[in-house]
């Protein structure tokens, strides 16, 4: 059943499939950027705590910012990427484009 299906159903066109993939990896991004926005209520949560001078709580929040530093910044560099994916697979479509034409 399921070879009759894919030979029924026809396959999406390139430029189709392009903006697919391009739309994935833009809420990839998103995902990544609302990661890095909670490193800032984490700062926010620190200040608070440390109004209330409920120092244990603050020092927890603080080595939890510690940490989610280093993975901002490899959440940085997995944006950058994704950027550069979209980008390549853009070229590459309109590159076949242009010499199918």
Known sequence: ??????????????????????????????????QIREERTVQKAIKEAAKRNDMV????????????RRTVNKLYENKAQMNSISMHLGESIGIKAFSLA
């Open 1 to 34: 059943m399921k070879k009759v299906m894919k030979i029924i159903k026809p396959k999406p066109d390139p430029k189709q499939r392009l903006r697919d993939w391009q739309r994935k990896l833009r809420q990839e991004c998103r995902n990544i950027e609302r």
């Open 57 to 68: 709580s603050a020092k927890a929040l603080a080595k939890e910012i510690v940490s989610s």
